[in-house]
T-cell receptor, first 113, second 114 residues
Framework: GQNIDQPTEMTATEGAIVQINCTYQTSGFNGLFWYQQHAGEAPTFLSYNVLDGLEEKGRFSSFLSRSKGYSYLLLKELQMKDSASYLCAVRVSSGAGSYQLTFGKGTKLSVIP | EPEVTQTPSHQVTQMGQEVILRCVPISNHLYFYWYRQILGQKVEFLVSFYNNEISEKSEIFDDQFSVERPDGSNFTLKIRSTKLEDSAMYFC????????????FGPGTRLLVL
């Protein structure tokens, strides 16, 4: 089966840096995604890692270590609008030509002044 | 920027009724997905669809559910004989290819079964 763990909630100050961790145990690993989800809205794609290392995209960076089953999302220069849930999702290959996403429960980030 | 659209945004139905949720994937995308999210819980995969047939489905996607691509643009999820526990947000997603491609999500349909 698939298991994805991430902290339930985090709080950080506006302007600061926050790191959201995600650990996973899956079979058929085919990439790790981070999505942002504001309450009542759809998940919005943030980043994607399939190889080990750091991917940087503006204020957001994501890191992957496949051997450790570990990823983190780094948010810099936090803004109030970054208050949202951050979803770690692993793409798994079933061998049937499909690549479903398995999501963690999400980390609710609250940015405070 | 192209986006996935879904209708309706909200749907209220009586238990036992059938509902059809509609999605228009991004036009050059070939793979389509349905996910659901029960309030306060994680996003769960339901089904993937490619080349007019189901590629994969989860254990949630039982005989109560079906998907169809009735024309060149729409992708639908039908839920027969709805139950209270079917109340959730249903998201459609699409990707250009299955491999190495990001899935883009629609805004969702909030289904409430009374």
């Amino acid at each position: 089966g698939q298991n994805i763990d991430q902290p339930t909630e985090m709080t950080a100050t506006e302007g600061a840096i926050v790191q959201i961790n995600c650990t996973y145990q899956t079979s058929g690993f085919n990439g790790l995604f981070w999505y942002q989800q504001h309450a009542g809205e759809a998940p919005t794609f943030l980043s994607y890692n399939v190889l080990d290392g750091l991917e940087e995209k503006g204020r957001f960076s994501s890191f992957l270590s496949r051997s450790k089953g570990y990823s983190y999302l780094l948010l810099k220069e936090l803004q109030m609008k970054d208050s949202a849930s951050y979803l770690c999702a692993v793409r798994v290959s079933s061998g049937a030509g499909s690549y479903q996403l398995t999501f963690g429960k999400g980390t609710k980030l609250s940015v405070i002044p | 920027e192209p986006e996935v659209t879904q209708t309706p945004s909200h749907q209220v139905t009586q238990m036992g009724q059938e509902v059809i949720l509609r999605c228009v994937p991004i036009s050059n995308h070939l793979y389509f997905y349905w996910y659901r999210q029960i309030l306060g819980q994680k996003v769960e995969f339901l089904v993937s669809f490619y080349n007019n047939e189901i590629s994969e489905k989860s254990e949630i996607f039982d005989d109560q559910f079906s998907v169809e691509r009735p024309d060149g643009s729409n992708f639908t999820l039908k839920i027969r004989s709805t139950k209270l526990e079917d109340s959730a947000m249903y998201f459609c997603a699409s990707s250009e290819l299955a491999r190495q491609e990001t899935q883009y999500f629609g805004p969702g349909t909030r289904l409430l079964v009374l």
